[in-house]
Nanobody
Framework: VQLQASGGGLVQAGESLTLSCSAS????????IGWFRQAPGKEREAVSC????????WYADSVKGRFTISRSSADNTVSLHMASLKPEDTSVYHC?????????????????????WGKGTLVTVSS
């Protein structure tokens, strides 16, 4: 599985940025594709993911109302539009995919329980 992310950069607080991810290399359908972020010294945080079959979306509480995820199932690409960015959004954002849904993984797992991820792209929000 290959996940190619792009779109990171430096913006000022209040501005917007869009990340894109292209997934390839898996012979079956991707259950979901999304993003997690991890800043130095902090735990990994799932940000958002979207079902590639029915478009169901999930967002972390910290980004609800500001970030919007969308998909193109035809070419397995996902975009994350990030608006009203805050300095605390500064992090390395990784595109990731779920190949096995939570109903199979079992209790304690969630829709955005990622199985594979790619190299991250840095998002820096200055105050």
């Amino acid at each position: 599985v290959q996940l190619q992310a792009s779109g990171g950069g430096l913006v000022q607080a209040g501005e917007s940025l869009t990340l894109s991810c292209s997934a390839s290399g898996f012979s079956r359908d991707y259950y979901a594709i999304g993003w997690f972020r991890q800043a130095p010294g902090k735990e990994r945080e799932a940000v958002s993911c979207i079902s590639m079959s029915n478009g169901t979306k999930w967002y972390a509480d910290s980004v609800k109302g500001r970030f919007t995820i969308s998909r193109s199932s035809a070419d397995n690409t996902v975009s994350l539009h990030m608006a009203s960015l805050k300095p605390e959004d500064t992090s390395v954002y990784h595109c990731a995919t779920v190949l096995v849904p939570e109903v199979i993984k079992g209790p304690g797992t969630s829709m955005c329980d990622f199985d594979y991820w790619g190299k991250g792209t840095l998002v820096t929000v200055s105050s």
